[in-house]
């Protein structure tokens, strides 16, 4: 990855959208060059998809909340992963190191959603106990990382 392809990369990062000619008038290429260099970027999995960010209060889910969650026994890892990417509910699911297992990423409308969503969570098998704290306000929350 040279100059160019970090170039590319910073300005994706900011706008998904920009067009291969938007690009190369950006940063000196030609489009066809910029085309090709995606291309690799694509399949060299460096960019993984392209996505829209949604303003999450416009769509009246504004309660963040993080989960942590212990599992019983290791054998209840591969239904819990299953029940994880099965609700849309939560954002992000990490494996961790410490007194629990997982830590979730929720975001919903209100606290009765929460509700239901923790509850959930805690009828899945093997669950063990869980700590949630709801999010206050967010300080930082970026999508894109220095290539």
């Not at 040279?2 to 998904?16: G, T, V, Y």
């Not at 212990?70 to 990417?85: A, G, M, N, Q, T």
Request: hydrophobic share 40%; proline share 2%.
């Amino acid at each position: 990855m040279d100059i160019f392809d970090k170039s590319i990369l910073a300005l994706l990062q900011k706008n998904a959208r920009m067009t291969a000619s938007e690009i190369g008038s950006t940063i000196n290429l030609s489009v066809s060059a910029v085309s090709e260099r995606l291309k690799k970027l694509e399949s060299s999995g460096i960019i993984s998809q392209y996505t829209t960010i949604l303003n999450t209060e416009a769509l009246h889910k504004s309660l963040t909340a993080i989960i942590f969650v212990s599992l019983d026994r290791p054998k209840y890892i591969d239904s819990f992963i299953e029940f994880v990417k099965s609700e849309d509910e939560i954002l992000e699911c990490h494996y961790l190191a410490g007194d629990f297992d997982y830590a979730l990423k929720i975001l919903t409308e209100s606290t009765s959603t929460l509700e239901k969503v923790l509850n959930k969570i805690k009828s899945v098998p093997g669950v063990h106990k869980t700590k949630t704290t709801i999010t206050l306000s967010t300080v930082k929350n970026i999508y894109s990382i220095v290539p």
